[in-house]
């Protein structure tokens, strides 16, 4: 089952007795898991009808939970956080699951579907409903900063709105953190780029794009008081010679695609990097291939004599800089 249709069947005040919720979105896992409780539970008596268990639970202690008839209401949540009951076949497990009556909702929440036993998958399939929850795409983190600003009665251009996304980590949590500061601190009814440019914490990711993207340049200035920064965090070199090599490897890919004349360059990536295909697109065009394809090996290179020892990783990552500065 997807989000959306997730989201409709919530609307439509259908619920089943058995989910699954896997995936690294975090906060929209949470969300989905407040609408079951305040659709399914009375408040006054969320004590007797709403259990959540977190990390390595007993077998018997979350049977006498499901077994335990809800208090004053037709329905009980129960929610399994990382339990470790799923993750290896266990027949007891198999047939609690099985055997959940109509009057209980179970949640178990993984951070993957590879963590979760084969056979207790298909079980939960069979009787209930299983929910990835992935990194959202740029379109649907732009619609839900829409949505929260409107709640808010600020106001951000469309401009802005894609800058804050582009440099902000890409997960639900750290964005809504970041809009959080954003509207508390700005006082007029518009957050301005300046204020998004002072109080938003640039993601890791975001840095060193813009790192490797002024390196292309030859912007030496940048490049040197970035290197700065990256010592002082203790950033390992070998990881940024790992990473010149992924976004060159990436816009020579995007480079080849773009003279085949592939449209939809964003298919070539992982959903989760999806993002980065717009700014690679934009970026490629700047590059000589043959300048990048020289780079693409020479990290790779470095990177191998790095892991064999036959090279200190920053004198690596200098002579790779001066090259590319060159």
């Known amino acids: 089952m997807t989000i959306k249709q997730l989201k409709t069947q919530f609307k439509e005040g259908v619920f089943a007795k058995l989910y699954?919720?896997?995936?690294?979105?975090?906060?929209?896992?949470?969300?989905?898991?407040?609408?079951?409780?305040?659709?399914?539970?009375?408040?006054?008596?969320?004590?007797?009808?709403?259990?959540?268990?977190?990390?390595?639970?007993?077998?018997?202690?979350?049977?006498?939970?499901?077994?335990?008839?809800?208090?004053?209401?037709?329905?009980?949540?129960?929610?399994?956080?990382?339990?470790?009951?799923?993750?290896?076949?266990?027949?007891?497990?198999?047939?609690?699951?099985?055997?959940?009556?109509?009057?209980?909702?179970?949640?178990?929440?993984?951070?993957?579907?590879?963590?979760?036993?084969?056979?207790?998958?298909?079980?939960?399939?069979g009787i209930g409903e299983v929910v990835e929850f992935g990194r959202q795409g740029v379109a649907d983190l732009r619609k839900w900063v829409a949505i929260k600003l409107n709640g808010s009665a600020k106001k951000m251009s469309e401009d802005d709105i894609n800058y804050m996304i582009e440099v902000c980590d890409k997960s639900l949590q750290r964005l809504n953190t970041e809009l959080e500061k954003l509207i508390s601190a700005s006082e007029g009814e518009v957050i301005e780029r300046a204020v998004i440019n002072s109080l938003v914490s640039v993601s890791p990711e975001y840095k060193m794009f813009v790192f490797i993207d002024r390196l292309l340049d030859g912007d030496g200035d940048y490049v040197y008081k970035a290197i700065a920064d990256f010592k002082t965090a203790r950033e390992p070199a070998v990881v940024i010679i790992s990473n010149i090599y992924l976004q060159v490897a990436s816009l020579v890919m995007v480079k080849r695609l773009m003279a085949c004349g592939v449209g939809s360059i964003g298919d070539y990536f992982a959903p989760n990097r999806r993002f980065l295909a717009g700014k690679l697109a934009k970026c490629a065009s700047r590059y000589d291939i043959k300048k990048l394809e020289k780079v693409e090996a020479h990290s790779f290179e470095y990177d191998y004599k790095i892991k064999s020892g036959r090279i200190d990783e920053w004198a690596a990552l200098e002579i790779i800089m001066a090259e590319m500065l060159a």
């Open 20 to 125: 699954l919720f896997v995936g690294e979105e975090d906060f929209l896992i949470e969300s989905y898991v407040k609408t079951l409780k305040t659709s399914l539970v009375d408040d006054s008596f969320e004590m007797f009808n709403y259990v959540e268990f977190e990390g390595g639970v007993d077998l018997a202690l979350v049977k006498d939970e499901i077994n335990q008839y809800p208090q004053m209401s037709d329905k009980k949540v129960i929610v399994l956080k990382n339990s470790g009951l799923i993750g290896k076949r266990n027949k007891q497990v198999e047939e609690m699951i099985e055997a959940i009556p109509e009057y209980a909702c179970v949640v178990f929440i993984e951070p993957s579907i590879t963590k979760v036993s084969k056979p207790i998958l298909k079980i939960i399939e």
